[in-house]
């Protein structure tokens, strides 16, 4: 049941959302997520324009010259959003938590495939699965989504985003668009299960950071940092140039890494920063996908 707290938060990220839902479903996205052609049309012969993928061999043996099949397109879409939930996502230098901005990504994503008429799913993790909701459409289920965000008290504190995928490889029948949403500080290898998720449905990573993760910036010495998933502590000189300085190129090494990680799977990666506007990433994704189709 829905607390009165619980509905003024998600009411507030539908209100939000709605204008940038806008922004984003004016053609960027109905262009770049187009259905999967599934309903047999006509075969026609081959021209320079088509693609050699659709080619009917069959056919083509038998007329002597390349022939295609063309389909009736399903504008239908799965779209599964696997967000994490980790206690890394608590941390936010500049008034906003990660976690924050992950919701309102989904969020975003989430609303503007509905007003697409696609279905939406949602799987929370941190270390194990903590929610999983089949794709569906409308707007009723999209407001789920959004409560289910909000409202979730995560069991786990760790990330593991490999055991996220290999849940949605067993779980996702039907070719699905993937978004990823997670600041992806995991320090366990997921790169072969993105692989193979990635081989079937259309996987896109949205990392979400925080300005102080990337240069963390000059304040007292003798400084006292602790994990949010483990809780360690350690001692850091945040007053050394130094040790300001290998931070950064710390820093700068893991998110090489993870992009690196998603090149090889052929995993395109939306970066935005916790206290940033979501549109003009997202806007440039959709601009630059298209770009390349």
Known sequence: MLTGELLAKVRKIEIKTRKLVEEITGGAYHSVFKGRGIEFSE?????????IRDID???????????IKKYAEERELNV??????????LFGSRGKEKREQMTEAAALLAFSAIRNNDKVGLLIFTDRTELYLPPRSGRKHGL???RELVGLEPQGRGTNIGGALESLVQGLKKRSVVFLVSDFLDDKNYETTL???SRKHDVIAVRIQDRAELELPCVLPGLT????????????DAGSRGALQAFSAAAGQMRDQTQEICRRA???IIDALSDEDLVKPLLRFFRNRKGKR
Request: a negative charge; zero cysteines.
């Open 43 to 51: 075969v026609r012969e081959y021209t320079p324009d088509d693609d």
């Open 57 to 67: 061999w069959n056919v083509t043996a038998r007329m002597g010259t390349p022939y």
């Open 80 to 89: 599964m959003l696997a967000v994490d939930a980790s206690a890394s996502g």
């Open 144 to 146: 789920r989504v959004i």
């Open 195 to 197: 692989k193979i998720i």
């Open 225 to 236: 940092v602790q994990g949010l998933e483990n809780g360690r502590t350690f001692q850091f």
């Open 266 to 268: 052929k995993v395109d």
